[in-house]
């Protein structure tokens, strides 16, 4: 395998950086993140113009081809600009999912429209009683009609479609549907809104078997850890530049050790979670066998690594990591809802296992 990315790879990963400083700065973020969705439309089609909404799907149905590798690439310069709205939603998640679970007709119905930056989507996955292991799933769909409850759905109230994980298979509810009700929650995370979605014998079109879901929740898997690390190297880069200016005693307090310590424990942890995603975007890229286990991970790592890389960050501003006009604690939000989504540390572990041990026998 190569441990570099070629040429079109860093131009990409370049355009994309210049592409969120320039579209989506900060005074930006903290503008979507006050209004109910956090979603600009203006922004949504600047950004499928750029091919960002069709990024992994194939050019059949209007995308533009790319692999994993690419898409963990954009999802990174995402999590540095801590880009709010339905992006990772949309394209990593549901995108994903209909492209691994859905027939041919399907996918010209729902996943054109997705590519060409039209329609945003969501999927529902959790319930009260359930982990990301699926397990436990109570809901099922009867006669083309589902009734339950999912929560922590992610940009639900801009989605124009929503696809229901049930017992049965992955079912797609358009968001004017009768017995659909989108309820915000209350999230850790203000540029990525949560919500409950409530059916009541809602209409709902059966698009394919819960077999492909591994895949398509791996590769969502691999672009929530790429934006992770997006945002603890901007967390790095901020916190190095407060600590190359904030004097004490008359000098940059990053001359002190214990400060120096600090910057080095997060670099250390941003490096090593970058090159685990990357890795994990390749095994899925190339198909090889070790793919889940790599994701996971990948996972585990990052999950630990963000919450330790923002911890660090507010220590070293001291009393300004907790103010609101300090960005800092935006970004530790964003990791520390994250670190939970698609299955935490200890969620991973367990799937590392049961891997090793299905492995040895």
């Given at each position: 395998m190569q441990?570099?990315?070629?040429?079109?790879?860093?131009?990409?990963?370049?355009?994309?950086?210049?592409?969120?400083?320039?579209?989506?700065?900060?005074?930006?973020?903290?503008?979507?993140?006050?209004t109910e969705?956090?979603?600009?439309?203006?922004?949504w089609?600047?950004?499928?113009?750029?091919g960002?909404?069709?990024?992994?799907?194939?050019?059949?149905?209007?995308g533009?081809?790319?692999?994993?590798?690419e898409?963990?690439?954009?999802?990174?310069?995402?999590?540095r600009?801590?880009?709010?709205g339905?992006?990772?939603?949309?394209?990593a998640?549901a995108?994903?999912?209909?492209?691994a679970?859905a027939?041919?007709?399907?996918?010209?119905?729902?996943l054109?429209?997705?590519c060409?930056g039209d329609?945003?989507?969501?999927?529902?996955?959790?319930?009260?009683s359930?982990s990301?292991?699926l397990?436990?799933?109570?809901?099922?769909?009867?006669?083309?009609?589902?009734t339950?409850?999912?929560?922590?759905?992610t940009d639900a109230?801009?989605a124009?479609?929503?696809?229901?994980v049930?017992?049965?298979?992955v079912?797609?509810v358009h968001a004017?549907?009768p017995g659909l009700?989108?309820t915000?929650?209350?999230g850790m995370d203000m540029?990525?809104?949560?919500?409950t979605a409530?059916?009541?014998?809602?209409?709902a079109?059966?698009?394919?078997?819960?077999?492909?879901l591994?895949k398509a929740?791996d590769i969502?898997t691999t672009?929530?850890?790429?934006e992770?690390?997006?945002?603890?190297?901007?967390t790095?880069d901020?916190?190095?530049?407060y600590?190359?200016t904030?004097?004490?005693?008359?000098?940059p307090?990053g001359?002190?050790q214990?400060?120096?310590?600090?910057?080095?424990?997060m670099y250390?942890?941003?490096?090593?979670?970058r090159?685990?995603?990357?890795?994990?975007?390749w095994?899925l890229?190339e198909?090889t066998?070790?793919a889940?286990?790599?994701?996971?991970?990948?996972?585990?790592?990052?999950?630990?690594a963000?919450?330790n890389?923002?911890n660090h960050?507010?220590?070293v501003?001291?009393?300004?990591?907790f103010?609101?006009e300090n960005d800092?604690?935006?970004?530790?939000?964003r990791?520390?809802?994250?670190e939970?989504?698609?299955?935490?540390?200890t969620f991973?572990?367990a799937?590392i296992a049961?891997?090793?041990?299905?492995?040895?026998v």
């Amino acid at each position: 395998m190569q441990f570099g990315l070629n040429e079109s790879q860093e131009l990409l990963k370049s355009n994309a950086r210049k592409f969120f400083a320039g579209e989506c700065p900060m005074d930006a973020v903290r503008r979507l993140m006050e209004t109910e969705t956090a979603y600009d439309p203006q922004l949504w089609a600047k950004m499928a113009e750029q091919g960002y909404t069709g990024i992994i799907f194939p050019e059949e149905y209007g995308g533009v081809g790319l692999g994993t590798v690419e898409l963990a690439l954009l999802t990174e310069e995402a999590g540095r600009a801590l880009l709010p709205g339905p992006l990772f939603s949309t394209v990593a998640l549901a995108g994903a999912t209909i492209n691994a679970v859905a027939d041919h007709e399907h996918k010209r119905e729902y996943l054109e429209p997705i590519c060409a930056g039209d329609a945003r989507a969501t999927v529902a996955i959790l319930e009260s009683s359930t982990s990301w292991d699926l397990g436990e799933l109570t809901m099922t769909g009867v006669n083309g009609k589902l009734t339950g409850e999912k929560l922590f759905v992610t940009d639900a109230a801009v989605a124009d479609f929503l696809l229901v994980v049930a017992r049965n298979g992955v079912f797609l509810v358009h968001a004017k549907a009768p017995g659909l009700k989108i309820t915000p929650m209350l999230g850790m995370d203000m540029t990525r809104k949560l919500y409950t979605a409530s059916f009541s014998e809602t209409p709902a079109e059966k698009v394919g078997e819960t077999g492909g879901l591994a895949k398509a929740f791996d590769i969502a898997t691999t672009a929530l850890v790429a934006e992770m690390v997006g945002g603890m190297q901007r967390t790095l880069d901020i916190t190095v530049e407060y600590a190359k200016t904030r004097k004490q005693f008359g000098k940059p307090i990053g001359m002190f050790q214990a400060v120096q310590h600090q910057c080095a424990d997060m670099y250390l942890e941003t490096e090593s979670s970058r090159s685990a995603a990357y890795y994990a975007a390749w095994t899925l890229q190339e198909g090889t066998p070790e793919a889940p286990l790599a994701v996971s991970i990948a996972k585990m790592y990052a999950s630990d690594a963000a919450r330790n890389v923002g911890n660090h960050g507010i220590q070293v501003h001291g009393g300004m990591g907790f103010t609101w006009e300090n960005d800092i604690h935006l970004f530790y939000r964003r990791a520390k809802a994250s670190e939970t989504t698609l299955g935490d540390a200890t969620f991973h572990r367990a799937r590392i296992a049961r891997h090793a041990i299905d492995n040895a026998v």
